[in-house]
Structures are given as C-alpha cells and as structure tokens.
C-alpha cells in the first residue's frame, strides 16, 4: 500500500478508510446533535447507504482508493464515521482512544484491518483522543480539547511526535463535539470558523490564516464547517450550505454539494467519515 502521508488537510487525497453504516446500534444519543434528532425527527436508516454510496462514487470518481473496513453489525454507534476512531499525522497512523463506550466497537474494526494489511500504528496510551479534534498543517497539529479529547491526551501526543511537530491545543466551548464541529483548514491561508465556539487559541489561528470565512453557531449546529477537500481545488460541501458554497466558489474552489441530511442527524458530516491515509504533501 501507499506509505501513510498526512501533512496537510486540502491536498489531493489517493487513499482512505471508509466504512459503510450497517446496522448502526444507537443505544442513546451521545451528542448534542443526536439528541436533537432522535425524538422528533430520527435518521430515516434506509437513507444512510443511500447517502453513503454516493459519497463514495464521487470519491472514487475523483480516482481516490477507499480502503473499506469489515462490514459486520458490531453493536457499533455509527460506524461511518472512521475519522475519529484513527489518524494519521506526517507519516504515522494512530489508533485513537475512544471516550464513548458506544463507539469501542469501532475500534475493532480498523485494528483488524491495520493488521491485515500489517500497516504500523501507534495506539494512544494517555488520555483520550478522537481523529475529529486532529487537524494537521505541517509544522503544526491543532488540537481540540472539549468532549471527546482531553489535556492528557493531548500531552501525551506532542511528547509522541516529537520537536518535529509543534501541537497547538485550542480550548472547546462546552457542547461542542470535535474540532472538525467548528473550523476546517481550505488552504495554506483559508479556513472555514466560528470563533464565537472556541474559548482558547483563535489568536494562533488568526496568526497562521490570512483569509477566515466565519459561520455561525446555526451553521456549525448543521455541520458546516465539516467539508472534505478532496484535492486544492474541489471540496464536498453538505447541500444545504448554499451561502458557504458561494464563499468558497468566490474563492476559486469548486464545491460539489451533496445531500447528506439523514447521515447528519448522528452528528457528522463529509470529513467525519474519511479517515485519510495518503495526501498529496506538495501543495505546502
């Protein structure tokens, strides 16, 4: 397979773990999004592979190669959403450690397929961290520190990473699910934000990027911020977002808009379901 290669968010992604949403064993919901839904308005399960399959058609019309985890009902939460459960930095995969008992199960999906494919990968022994609040932009790795990743994690992973990586915690407002929730890197100078939901560290990342396309708390309650750039130059973008669209167009970004409504009512979106394993690095 091709080496891991994760240094940046926009570049032209070739490879990543996807899997399909079997069964998806919600026992109660976990977040803030879930429990919105759950009650009045519950994801129509019949529509998730619907919605799944099309996401991953155009992904493999953009000639990335997906890398499908076991397709078994594990008792799993959500098991679509591979990018919290491992992540890769640089040119080294780890396995997260999950907060939500609900989400274990996911675990064991892609430890196996790691050591099918005998691919090397750390597993996070200190604290918790989910791939959702791992943002990479070589030198740096933000971080978020709210429900699901803490400070001891967070130390435990600049410590792993060594003087080559320069980890910038940024402190979640309460409620706020992932770092993915509320900011997603666009380019070596644009990012999608709301800073309004971000208590610490806005300062570093109004330093690093010149161009901030702002959304509001509405907007990140409806997963705005969690797009998928694909490669530099096109990015997914849930349908519903038509304002955001026309920002990034204005900005020379293609945006494939898709429709995702009944996947995001368990609180995630388009990069939530990617785990990548290989980016084009020579767009830094």
């Given at each position: ?20 949403p079997?069964g ?30 099309i ?33 890769a ?32 990968h ?12 791992v ?8 971080i978020?520190i ?35 929730c ?8 644009i ?6 939901l ?30 998928l ?47 990548p394993?290989?980016?084009?690095r020579?767009m830094k």
């Amino acid at each position: 397979m091709k080496t891991i290669s994760i240094y940046n968010e926009f570049g032209s992604l070739s490879r990543a773990i996807i899997r399909r949403p079997i069964g998806s064993g919600v026992l109660r919901p976990i977040n803030e999004v879930q429990a919105h839904y759950f009650e009045s308005d519950p994801p129509s399960l019949r529509q998730l592979p619907v919605e799944h399959q099309i996401l991953a058609n155009m992904l493999q019309g953009f000639r990335v190669s997906l890398d499908f985890l076991e397709e078994t009902n594990d008792g799993s939460h959500n098991p679509c959403f591979t990018r919290d459960i491992g992540f890769a930095i640089g040119d080294r995969f780890f396995l997260s450690n999950i907060a939500e008992d609900q989400r274990k199960g996911e675990i064991t999906a892609l430890r196996k397929w790691l050591d099918t494919m005998r691919q090397p990968h750390e597993i996070v022994s200190d604290g918790f961290i989910e791939g959702g609040d791992v943002l990479v932009d070589e030198p740096y790795v933000y971080i978020g520190i709210g429900q699901r990743t803490n400070v001891k994690g967070v130390v435990w992973l600049s410590s792993t990473l060594g003087s080559s990586w320069k980890v910038i915690p940024i402190q979640l407002e309460k409620g706020v699910l992932h770092l993915d929730c509320v900011m997603a890197i666009i380019s070596d100078s644009i990012i999608i934000w709301c800073p309004d939901l971000i208590v610490s560290g806005s300062q570093v990342i109004e330093e690093r990027f010149r161009d901030r396309i702002s959304v509001t708390r509405e907007d990140v309650f409806h997963m705005a911020t969690n797009v998928l750039m694909i490669n530099p130059s096109n990015v997914i973008v849930e349908r519903r977002h038509t304002i955001l669209r026309d920002q990034l167009t204005r900005r020379g970004i293609s945006v494939c808009s898709m429709d995702w409504s009944e996947t995001k009512k368990f609180g995630g979106l388009f990069r939530c379901a990617i785990c990548p394993l290989h980016r084009d690095r020579s767009m830094k």
